[in-house]
């Protein structure tokens, strides 16, 4: 099975699309079962190392299989690195801003806004965790925003989940610099309110999953920040998937498959 096949093969139509901001990319993807709701949220973030050439097309496929399973899906895109706007802070503003959205939204949509889990793969598992951490955030900080979204949890599918880590293994040829407009020596203030890791505990649910054989991010990412929490008694439970990959996670053709559905169905 090509683990390609999620980026080569067009996605399900959503039901809708709709702007949360003014720029192109500010938009998110609804899907939603069949009946009048209001049904669970599964809010989800596409990976591509936060960069300009994946959009979140290959995200289609997932979305479309958890709604034929019951959950509404709100398919976040964002302006992303070789973008107006994109990288640090334009695309935590646009994800928080896509999530927010979501509480306008929710009662005409038919949306259940208290059961809302945050999904997120690679450098979406990143945002994803961080929609997760944000509320750590203190009005004196960049990013900070009052009555953010309340989730009942997150799912980070080998997930960026500490950008100082990232940026120290050189993931993506140095996409986290990049991203983040600096080293964490040279900006470290933003290190400080934009990885999850450095807002930990996220005293909320957290499931991190993970494929043993995963050459773009590798699995101590996640097993840091797992142990970490575990430190400082978070929720957080970390899945390795002995013997897959980085995206065998988001195809929902694949056998590991059924453990992110199970992980989004525990956090109900």
């Not at 990143?126 to 953010?148: E, F, I, N, V």
């Not at 979204?149 to 980070?156: A, F, I, T």
Request: glycine share 10%.
């Amino acid at each position: 099975m090509s683990s390609m096949w999620v980026l080569e093969t067009p996605q399900p139509p959503p039901d809708a699309r709709i702007a949360y901001g003014e720029a192109p990319q500010q938009f998110t993807e609804l899907r939603k079962p069949k009946g009048k709701g209001p049904h669970p949220v599964v809010l989800f973030v596409h990976g591509g190392f936060w960069r300009a050439e994946y959009g979140l097309e290959h995200a289609g496929h997932l979305c479309a299989d958890l709604t034929k399973r019951g959950f509404a899906t709100w398919s976040v895109e964002y302006r992303r690195v070789g973008q107006d706007g994109g990288g640090f802070p334009g695309t935590f503003e646009d994800v928080a801003s896509a999530a927010d959205h979501l509480v306008d939204a929710a009662p005409s949509l038919g949306l259940d806004l208290s059961n809302v889990v945050a999904m997120g793969h690679s450098a979406g598992g990143h945002l994803a965790m961080w929609l997760a951490a944000r509320h750590r955030l203190t009005p004196k900080q960049p990013l900070y925003r009052d009555a953010p979204l309340k989730l009942k949890g997150v799912v980070s599918l080998a997930g960026v989940v500490d950008l100082a880590q990232g940026a120290a293994l050189d993931l993506g040829n140095g996409i986290v610099k990049t991203f983040m407009g600096g080293t964490p020596e040279q900006v470290p203030e933003r290190y400080a309110v934009a990885s999850p890791a450095a807002l930990q505990p996220l005293k909320l649910p957290q499931v991190l999953i993970h494929g043993t054989e995963d050459d773009t991010v590798p699995l101590k990412v996640s097993e840091g920040f797992h142990a970490r929490g575990v430190q400082q008694k978070d929720p957080v439970h970390l899945v390795p998937l002995k013997g897959a990959g980085h995206f065998e996670l988001i195809d929902p053709r694949s056998k590991e498959w059924p453990r992110v559905v199970q992980a989004v169905r525990t956090l109900r």
